[in-house]
């Protein structure tokens, strides 16, 4: 059994290299934090879809089915770790940003749960940066 120190640098780093060699889904360990941040993925447009599978909490497993465009390029380009567990990054309500002027999506983790920035921004909540993508 392998131990992840930082599951969500574990998923985004998967979802990258996935995307790299053109996969057409990618499978991660499940965890909520997890789910909620795929559900965001998902929202954003970045991914096609994605399922919980599993029966019991240890076997539970997401498979995201990745999206690329007409010409085979991948629709997410860039995803990064913003907070890491040896830094946390914190932002107020009015200082959550812009990603490439509002084409890119952030994601924070907010006392209102996790939040794409747009929703942060309209709900008027701050929190910490968790990534960065587009």
């Known amino acids: 059994m392998k131990f992840v120190r930082d599951p969500l640098s574990d998923l985004f780093t998967r979802i990258r290299n996935a995307l790299l060699v053109s996969h057409t889904s990618v499978s991660v360990p499940y965890s909520k934090f997890k789910s909620k941040i795929v559900e965001i993925l998902k929202n954003e447009g970045y991914i ?18 990745l999206k690329y465009d007409d010409n085979g390029q991948p629709v997410l380009t860039s995803v990064k770790r913003i907070s890491k567990s040896s830094k946390r990054i914190y932002v107020k309500k009015k200082d959550v ?3 490439l002027n509002g ?13 794409s920035g747009k929703d942060a921004r309209l709900s008027g909540v701050g929190g910490e940066l968790i990534a960065e993508l587009y």
Not at 48 to 62: A, E, H, L
Not at 103 to 115: K, N, Q
Request: glycine share 8%.
């Open 48 to 65: 096609t879809n994605f399922t919980i599978d599993g029966d019991s909490p240890i076997n539970k497993v997401i498979t995201i089915e």
């Open 97 to 99: 940003p812009k990603v």
């Open 103 to 115: 084409f890119g999506t952030v994601i924070l983790s907010t006392s209102s749960g996790v939040l």
